[in-house]
């Protein structure tokens, strides 16, 4: 057998569908075709084969032969905004070099700084909140990711250039996420600066703004290097390839512009849902509370890190509705065999994140939101994979997770929070990410009685 089967409509109306509203698009066929099949989103393009069969997303995934390649190119779509340096739209012998000098900042040691970051900013951050004032919490979240990764990059969270940067960040994000950008961003042709009334011209121009602050922050760091700094920026600027070779100046760009946005929104998005979940079923709240009240005042961030159900809170969030509902695409190269089907070269594999999450096979009742499910059984890295996996794995995974239990463990034991309807939200496409259709607002009803609730010297 040789292509997976999949739906007969016009190239022009898939590509529609999978704009709009790709979850559902994914679902009907998986429904009809089953749980490999194929889309085709342009006329005269080459298939594209989704998948969500665990055996199959292993094979893909674990593929390193030469039949099938995670290039760069497929990504083309973010390099509008993360250039054609960053991690995302490289490929080969360039990605995995790139990968080795990003990965030490996001592992071991250098997390116990991070610890100490996150919860500072979000006490900061929830400082703002006025009891009986509702508040959209994805801003919130967005206010905490933003300045933590920030802060994590660059080392500095105040001053002007941080500042200005944050904010046009922000607005580049928040346009990223209109539908006209994400229609733009699938119809190449349209990508035109038309002047300053155009919506294309003006992103770009936001972002040409965002690059001259960050390349003037790169200037001062080679005119007055500092040792004792342990940001990412540093860490990168002073780390060297296996031929002794650093990083350029247009590479570091694409580099930080690549872990601030897919820092940012990806974790202030899960963040949200987390929230939503949270305080849409009390049982789930009351059971949190009283795991998070049992380490006592003053809690370690690592032990804050290792709690089963926070742990299972957080991964059941990212199960549901995963901020990122596809991984990275793989082409074949050769001739490739997948199951039953024969792949010819050029042939796309996309593993479907979000269809594989909602197996019923093994996640009975998909729809519903149930930490449970992840303090009774392990699931594999085919079956569960919010971050991907094989050469393109999510490097911040860490990071996010630390992230949002340390800020879930910091408001939760803080405030007592309340959605301020109790209404249904549904996952969208949101730019770059999937993430709530309407906005999430909930509001501060009193503060908990716990003054400082995370100790802040310990390792994770
Ligand atoms: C809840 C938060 C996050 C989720 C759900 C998430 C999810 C993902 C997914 C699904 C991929 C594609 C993996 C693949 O194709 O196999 C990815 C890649 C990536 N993520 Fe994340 N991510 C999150 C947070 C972060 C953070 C905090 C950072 C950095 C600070 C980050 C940096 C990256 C980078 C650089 C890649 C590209 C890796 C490569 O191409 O080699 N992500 N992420």
């Known amino acids: 057998m040789k292509l997976p089967n999949g739906p007969q409509i016009p190239a022009l109306l898939q590509m529609v569908r999978w704009i709009t509203n790709p979850m559902s698009f994914m679902e009907a066929c998986a429904k009809r075709y089953g749980e490999i099949f194929t889309i085709r989103l342009e006329k005269d393009s080459p298939p594209m084969v989704i998948v969500s069969n665990p055996q199959a997303l292993q094979q893909i995934l674990t593929n390193d032969t030469k039949e099938l390649e995670a290039p760069g190119e497929m990504n083309d779509v973010f390099e509008f905004l993360l250039g054609k340096h960053s991690l995302i739209t490289i490929s080969g012998a360039e990605h995995q070099r ?20 996150i919860t500072d900013v979000t006490q900061k951050v929830i400082s703002q909140y006025q009891i009986g004032k509702p508040f959209n919490i994805r801003s919130a979240t967005q206010a905490i990711t933003m300045r933590v990764i920030m802060q994590a990059v660059f080392g500095l969270h105040e001053g002007l250039r941080a500042e200005k940067l944050q904010q046009i960040l922000g607005e580049i ?17 349209l990508q035109r600066d038309f002047g300053p009334i155009n919506f294309w011209g003006k992103q770009m121009r936001r972002q040409q703004e965002a690059d001259k602050l960050i390349y003037e922050e790169i200037r001062e ?175 911040g995974l860490a990071f996010a997770l630390l992230e949002m239990k340390l800020a879930l ?26 993430g709530p259709d309407r906005p999430i607002q909930m509001v501060v009803t009193s503060q908990r009685q716990v003054k400082s609730p995370i100790l802040q010297t310990s390792t994770v």
């Open 98 to 117: 790139q990968r080795q000098l990003l990965m030490p900042p996001f592992h071991g040691e250098r997390m116990r700084n991070y610890s100490q970051v």
């Open 173 to 189: 994000l928040e346009k990223a996420s209109s539908r006209l950008i994400v229609t733009l961003l699938f119809f190449p042709a």
């Open 221 to 395: 760091r080679r005119e007055q290097p500092d040792s004792s700094r342990t940001d990412i920026l540093s860490l990168l600027m002073a780390a060297k390839d296996e031929a002794g070779q650093p990083m350029t100046d247009e590479e570091l760009r694409d580099e930080l512009i690549t872990l601030l946005v897919a820092g940012h929104e990806t974790t202030a998005t899960a963040l949200a849902w987390a929230f939503y979940w949270i305080h849409k079923l009390p049982s789930v709240r009351q059971k949190l509370l009283q795991e998070l009240d049992s380490l006592g005042n003053h809690p370690d961030p690592g032990m804050i890190f290792k709690l089963p159900y926070l742990n299972a809170v957080c991964s059941e969030t990212l199960r549901i509705y995963p901020v990122g509902i596809l991984t990275f695409p793989r082409v074949v190269r050769k001739p490739f065999s997948l199951g039953a089907y024969e792949l010819e070269p050029d042939t796309v594999l996309v593993g479907s994140i979000y269809l594989a999450h909602h197996r019923e096979d093994i996640y009975p009742e998909p729809k519903q939101f149930k930490p449970e499910r992840f303090l009774e059984r392990q699931f594999s890295p085919y079956e569960y994979l919010p971050f991907g996996g094989g050469a393109r794995r999510c490097i």
């Open 409 to 434: 463990a910091t408001i939760l034991s803080s405030l007592e929070l309340e959605l301020v309807d109790n209404g249904e939200v549904r996952p969208k496409r949101r730019g770059l990410v999937t």
